[in-house]
């Protein structure tokens, strides 16, 4: 599973910028590919319970993605609109037209490829697992046969604990939820991406992630199959993004050595 993943997201990569250096440089003018608002409105449908990536600040979306979205907006002189939703609806929001794009921690995989696009990766990601500090069961990822797992719905950690041997899947509408829930011992163990993970367990008490390296991704904008124009502006302006460092640096700005 692991290695199937990755090779699709660098076949994804690889095609990605092949696509890339045959598309022109007309970043100007994207107002016809907004169906919704008919202006220069870059719609990115999120789902805001996945720090650093996004989440909720004063009543406002915030995070890795919201940072990277607003500035590939300025490079294509487009204005940032965010659709706050259930992460199970990402896609089919961006495949209806409803959202321009889905920015969300989203991992590239061949499933996800079936029904949508993903422009060029932004980062990598890894899944790990979460269990409680005292008591568990769950030492690392052989132990996870048959126990009960706690995921986001519709998550790539939702993916992989249900391909776990005799493991019962619990799913949650939020990541904090099955947090919760594996602080009741209502679960054994929550599979989820491992900077949300970080995050979780600073903000709860008596929660521990095992170190081992699991599940490999990488996360890019999922865009719909019919509208490779945005996507390659998208991508161009990625790739300005990362060569002049400003993905780094945002990156940086929530992840840095002392968030941990
Ligand atoms: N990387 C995982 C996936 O693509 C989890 C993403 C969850 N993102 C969120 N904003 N809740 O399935």
Request: proline share 3%.
């Amino acid at each position: 599973m692991t290695k199937k993943i990755l090779a699709i997201a660098l076949t994804a990569a690889l095609s990605c910028t092949a696509l890339l250096a045959g598309c022109g440089g007309d970043t100007e003018n994207t107002a016809e590919t907004n169906s919704t608002t008919g202006g220069a409105t870059l719609t990115m449908a999120t789902n805001a319970e996945f720090p650093p990536y996004e989440y909720m600040e004063s009543n406002e979306v915030v995070g890795i993605d919201v940072d990277i979205a607003q500035a590939i907006c300025d490079k294509l002189g487009m204005t940032l609109a965010i659709d706050n939703i259930a992460f199970d609806s990402i896609i089919p929001a961006v495949q209806s037209g409803k959202a321009d794009v889905g920015i969300a921690g989203m991992t590239v995989t061949e499933d996800r490829l079936q029904s949508i696009d993903f422009t060029d990766p932004y980062t990598t990601a890894t899944q790990v697992i979460i269990v409680n500090t005292e008591g568990s069961t769950v030492a690392s990822v052989d132990d996870l046969a048959g126990k009960t797992i706690g995921v986001q719905l519709g998550t790539t950690g939702d993916i992989y604990a249900s391909d776990v041997e005799g493991a019962t899947v619990e799913q949650y509408q939020k990541g904090a939820d099955a947090v919760q829930a594996l602080k009741q011992n209502k679960i054994d163990c929550v599979i989820i991406d491992s900077e949300p993970a970080k995050a979780f367990v600073a903000a709860n008490e008596g929660l521990t992630i095992l170190p081992d390296p699991f599940e490999e991704e990488e996360y890019a904008i999922c865009i719909s199959k019919d509208n490779s124009e945005l996507k390659d502006k998208i991508n161009t302006a990625l790739s300005e993004l990362k060569a002049d460092g400003t993905i780094d640096s945002i990156v940086a700005k929530y992840i840095g050595s002392d968030a941990e």
